[in-house]
């Protein structure tokens, strides 16, 4: 599927300029100019024309409009109309960050506010036609194959025990070297869910790279315009305002979830009535190995 055919990020975006900065470092030197005026001065953007920020800038006004479309948008129109709805919204461009005078109280009223504002951002990023996309192709795989590192990799193992459940022949890897050895026995009916917070891990580019090359398609979850996304054959793609203090956790890790939830449900959908015995038959399995509620 050609990424041109697919829908770009939602409008009325009020975290605009959190995605912006989010994306900055894999923005071109000259891209990232224009990307650091807007973050710098988004109100005189707004009041500006296109010449005036390539000037400002320093770049020319081609760059300007590259950077339009690196953020899914058709020009430089565009730019200022979700920037108008993004300073309209008064979103701010950080979120408070953990203090070690905070109270448990407050402590946990921030962190439950980012991982809560983090979902709703991310919610207006996905592309419909490109979930639905998704959903046709896991639904009528093969096998499926979920590959991550780090943390993406604690994601694609969680994966695989969703749609594992399904009855679907899922399996999971986390090291670089067995999900390139994977992607050499795949076939045209496979399916491969390449998952990064970065989307720039090299390994994991090579390995859906063989995978492609084996027939495979790739559906990646990673951030938009990032070198996995652009590799990929479906790209679902969303950016997220990491909190730079150490002791916050890791809110791209809670977005990769819910993907993976939507992801799971969609594709439980399209499968259709018979998978809810096939459900309950896992369900009754269990049964027996829980304690029962004493009254």
Known sequence: MSRAATAGPARGDPEFLKRVAALIDTLSPAESKVASVLLSAPAWVLDNALAAVAERAGVSEPTVIRFCRSLG???????????????ASGASLFYRDVDARDSAADLAAKIFERSARTLMDVRGQLAPARLEAAFTLL??????????????????????????RLGLQAVSYADAHVHGMAATMLGPRDVVVA??????????????????DAGAAVIAIAPPASPLALRATLALEFSVDEDPDVYSPMTTRLAQLAVIDVLSVGVALRLGPELVDRLERSHASLRDKRLQPVD
């Open 139 to 164: 639904a009528g795989a093969r096998r499926i194959e979920f590959y991550g590192l780090g943390s993406s990799g604690i994601v694609a193992a969680d994966a695989r025990h969703k749609f594992f």
């Open 195 to 212: 998952i990064s917070s970065t989307g720039r891990t090299i390994d994991l580019i090579s390995s859906i790279e063989i995978a492609r």
């Open 73 to 87: 948008l058709d020009g430089y129109p565009a730019l200022r109309l979700r920037l108008a709805e993004s300073l």
